[in-house]
Protein backbone atom coordinates (compact mmCIF):
# COMPACT_ATOMS: atom_id res chain seq x y z
CA UNK A 1 0.00 0.00 0.00
CA UNK A 2 2.36 2.38 -0.77
CA UNK A 3 1.76 5.32 -3.72
CA UNK A 4 2.60 3.42 -7.11
CA UNK A 5 4.94 6.17 -8.14
CA UNK A 6 7.07 4.93 -5.97
CA UNK A 7 7.60 1.80 -7.55
CA UNK A 8 7.70 3.63 -11.35
CA UNK A 9 10.95 5.36 -10.62
CA UNK A 10 9.62 8.81 -8.70
CA UNK A 11 10.59 8.77 -4.70
CA UNK A 12 11.52 5.43 -3.21
CA UNK A 13 12.56 4.22 0.04
CA UNK A 14 15.19 1.95 0.53
CA UNK A 15 12.63 -1.41 0.51
CA UNK A 16 11.52 -0.07 -2.65
CA UNK A 17 15.31 0.11 -3.92
CA UNK A 18 15.95 -3.60 -2.79
CA UNK A 19 12.67 -5.04 -4.54
CA UNK A 20 14.14 -7.07 -7.42
CA UNK A 21 11.84 -6.49 -11.02
CA UNK A 22 9.27 -4.26 -9.08
CA UNK A 23 8.92 -1.38 -11.90
CA UNK A 24 8.73 -4.81 -14.08
CA UNK A 25 6.30 -6.41 -12.57
CA UNK A 26 4.45 -2.85 -12.39
CA UNK A 27 4.29 -2.48 -16.04
CA UNK A 28 3.72 -6.22 -17.00
CA UNK A 29 0.15 -5.77 -15.15
CA UNK A 30 -0.58 -2.31 -17.25
CA UNK A 31 0.24 -4.46 -20.32
CA UNK A 32 -2.22 -7.36 -19.41
CA UNK A 33 -4.93 -5.47 -18.09
CA UNK A 34 -4.53 -5.96 -14.67
CA UNK A 35 -5.80 -3.30 -11.99
CA UNK A 36 -3.66 -2.12 -9.03
CA UNK A 37 -5.22 -0.78 -6.14
CA UNK A 38 -2.55 1.56 -4.43
CA UNK A 39 -2.31 4.95 -2.38
CA UNK A 40 -2.06 7.06 -5.50
CA UNK A 41 -3.63 6.55 -9.03
CA UNK A 42 -1.25 6.33 -12.14
CA UNK A 43 -2.45 6.10 -15.17
CA UNK A 44 -5.84 3.70 -16.64
CA UNK A 45 -4.85 0.38 -14.45
CA UNK A 46 -4.69 2.15 -10.98
CA UNK A 47 -7.08 2.45 -8.80
CA UNK A 48 -6.95 4.49 -5.12
CA UNK A 49 -7.77 1.92 -2.37
CA UNK A 50 -11.57 2.11 -1.76
CA UNK A 51 -10.35 2.81 2.54
CA UNK A 52 -13.47 4.42 3.55
CA UNK A 53 -15.73 2.04 1.88
CA UNK A 54 -13.91 -1.06 2.93
CA UNK A 55 -13.71 0.61 6.39
CA UNK A 56 -17.62 0.62 6.24
CA UNK A 57 -17.96 -2.77 5.34
CA UNK A 58 -17.44 -3.51 8.89
CA UNK A 59 -18.81 -1.20 10.89
CA UNK A 60 -22.46 -2.19 11.10
CA UNK A 61 -20.85 -5.52 13.54
CA UNK A 62 -19.73 -2.34 15.54
CA UNK A 63 -15.99 -3.41 14.68
CA UNK A 64 -14.85 0.22 13.62
CA UNK A 65 -11.82 -1.81 12.19
CA UNK A 66 -9.53 0.14 10.94
CA UNK A 67 -6.59 -2.72 11.74
CA UNK A 68 -4.72 -2.69 8.78
CA UNK A 69 -0.75 -3.69 9.40
CA UNK A 70 0.34 -4.32 6.11
CA UNK A 71 -0.33 -4.47 2.68
CA UNK A 72 -1.74 -8.36 3.08
CA UNK A 73 -4.42 -6.93 5.18
CA UNK A 74 -5.72 -4.79 2.83
CA UNK A 75 -6.08 -7.26 0.46
CA UNK A 76 -7.79 -9.42 2.24
CA UNK A 77 -10.09 -6.94 3.15
CA UNK A 78 -10.77 -5.98 -0.08
CA UNK A 79 -11.38 -9.17 -1.22
CA UNK A 80 -13.68 -9.57 1.92
CA UNK A 81 -15.32 -6.50 0.64
CA UNK A 82 -15.97 -7.50 -3.07
CA UNK A 83 -17.72 -10.38 -1.82
CA UNK A 84 -15.08 -13.28 -2.84
CA UNK A 85 -16.04 -17.27 -2.35
CA UNK A 86 -12.06 -17.89 -2.29
CA UNK A 87 -9.02 -16.58 -1.05
CA UNK A 88 -5.51 -18.31 -1.84
CA UNK A 89 -2.22 -16.95 0.04
CA UNK A 90 0.86 -17.98 -1.54
CA UNK A 91 4.12 -17.20 -0.17
CA UNK A 92 3.06 -16.18 3.47
CA UNK A 93 6.09 -17.57 5.50
CA UNK A 94 5.00 -14.96 8.09
CA UNK A 95 7.31 -15.96 11.01
CA UNK A 96 6.22 -14.32 14.78
CA UNK A 97 9.75 -13.86 15.56
CA UNK A 98 10.83 -12.14 12.20
CA UNK A 99 10.81 -8.77 10.86
CA UNK A 100 6.78 -9.64 10.17
CA UNK A 101 5.98 -9.96 13.42
CA UNK A 102 3.77 -7.22 13.87
CA UNK A 103 2.12 -7.72 10.21
CA UNK A 104 0.94 -11.49 11.65
CA UNK A 105 -1.79 -10.73 14.04
CA UNK A 106 -3.30 -8.21 11.31
CA UNK A 107 -3.44 -10.56 8.70
CA UNK A 108 -4.75 -13.42 10.98
CA UNK A 109 -7.70 -11.55 12.13
CA UNK A 110 -9.11 -10.55 9.00
CA UNK A 111 -8.15 -14.41 7.59
CA UNK A 112 -10.84 -15.17 10.77
CA UNK A 113 -12.95 -12.13 9.34
CA UNK A 114 -13.10 -13.78 5.94
CA UNK A 115 -13.22 -17.21 7.67
CA UNK A 116 -16.22 -15.95 9.34
CA UNK A 117 -18.02 -14.62 6.39
CA UNK A 118 -17.64 -18.40 5.02
CA UNK A 119 -15.36 -17.24 2.48
CA UNK A 120 -13.11 -20.69 1.71
CA UNK A 121 -9.13 -19.34 3.04
CA UNK A 122 -6.67 -21.58 1.53
CA UNK A 123 -2.97 -20.79 2.81
CA UNK A 124 -0.67 -22.68 0.01
CA UNK A 125 3.26 -23.66 0.96
CA UNK A 126 5.26 -23.09 3.90
CA UNK A 127 4.08 -20.62 6.59
CA UNK A 128 3.64 -19.69 10.04
CA UNK A 129 -0.02 -18.47 9.58
CA UNK A 130 -2.69 -20.02 11.84
CA UNK A 131 -0.06 -21.59 13.57
CA UNK A 132 1.05 -21.30 17.43
CA UNK A 133 4.59 -20.78 17.69
CA UNK A 134 5.29 -24.33 19.06
CA UNK A 135 2.73 -25.92 16.66
CA UNK A 136 1.05 -27.12 19.66
CA UNK A 137 -2.67 -26.91 20.84
CA UNK A 138 -2.52 -25.51 23.85
CA UNK A 139 -3.44 -27.39 27.04
CA UNK A 140 -3.79 -30.39 24.63
CA UNK A 141 -0.04 -30.64 24.10
CA UNK A 142 -0.95 -32.12 20.63
CA UNK A 143 0.60 -30.77 17.26
CA UNK A 144 -1.43 -28.48 15.22
CA UNK A 145 -2.78 -30.33 11.66
CA UNK A 146 -1.30 -27.01 9.75
CA UNK A 147 2.38 -27.52 9.89
CA UNK A 148 5.48 -25.14 9.09
CA UNK A 149 9.41 -25.20 9.18
CA UNK A 150 10.74 -24.43 12.69
CA UNK A 151 12.25 -21.39 13.15
Not at 24 to 47: H, M, P, Q, W
Request: charge should be positive; glycine fraction near 10%; hydrophobic fraction near 35%.
Amino acid sequence: MHDVAWGLGGKRTELWKKAKNRDDALLRCCENDITIFSLGKVGENYIPYPIEEVKKEFSPYRLNVDYFSCGVCYAIALAIYQRATRIDLWGMFIAATEEYAYQKPGIEFWIGVAIGRGIDVRIHGKSHLLVNREGYLYGYNTKQERQCLPL
